[in-house]
């Protein structure tokens, strides 16, 4: 009996957004995978090079990107450019060689909308991100706008909020750390609200993405507490939940961080995402797409062993 399913290349398949949704999009799609682990399919730098592709895809999942972090030089600042936008210039530039897909999902990120508080922000906010992160994946947006308009492509971007799953990177990840070896810093209460969203959603996401197209938030519909998050791990992990430190303490502490650099446990940026609430809207993509987003309260299970 010949496979039905729909070819499908996964860029960034090896990252930890990959890892965990690659097993589950492959029930539905004929998965090829490009990036640069040995394992990959296509083994390839994107950010410097045009692949070669000797098949053609019916739809392209791009998740292939530099993951926010703050930078420090120029060189870092440029890699965000090379990786995020250039890396998507030239993945088109392969997929023209090779034959245009019908569809292209894209990853892209809430760092666009440039914010540091918010509630419920929508589709609709302007975007205002002015960080090399943000800008790269704004520069990556339009230019798949105007491609995909081109070539009469169907393209989906999805703006993820923070992404939780096992072993997660970024802020659920040191708070995992923070939490495990008792350094962590609880402030004026954790009341902060965050939208957070399990990672497995994403592939559920696919086939109606791959349908539909458009521009959606994801994120679950709870958008949890500093502190649900904190007694959520600190459980997880038999441990006490941590003790809050007083808001005007920790702001001095986060002005010594800005001193001492990266190794610091917390500096001014990272002191005004825990205190400020931050959250996005899921409505369009829950009434447009019919998806029902998974809790992160019930289902966030951490690797205990990482």
Known sequence: MSDLRKNLLFTGASGFLGSNIKPLISKQYVVKT???????????NLAHTVPL????????LHAAGKAHFIPVSEEEKQQFFDINYKGTVNL??????SGLPSSFI???SVAVYGVDKGEAITEDYPLRGRDPYALSKMRAEEFLNNWCKKNNITLSIIRPSLIAGPNPPGNLGRMIKGIKTGKYLSISGGQARKSVLMVQDIAY???KLEKKGGVYNVCDSEQPTFRDLERLISKQLNKSTPISLPYKLT?????MGDIIG??????????NKITNSLTFSNEKARKELDWQPLSVLKNFKIDKDS
Do not use: Q, T, W
């Not at 490009?34 to 390839?44: F, K, Q, T």
């Not at 088109?92 to 060689?97: D, Q, V, W």
């Open 92 to 97: 088109c530039k392969a997929l023209e060689k």
């Open 251 to 255: 702001k001095i502490v986060s002005y």
């Open 34 to 44: 490009m990036g640069l682990a040995e394992d990959e399919d296509y083994r390839v």
């Open 205 to 207: 996401l696919i086939p």
């Open 106 to 108: 894209f990853v892209s």
């Open 262 to 271: 990266r190794r610091a446990p917390i500096n001014s940026y990272s002191f």
């Open 53 to 60: 592709l000797n098949e053609h895809f019916d739809v392209v």
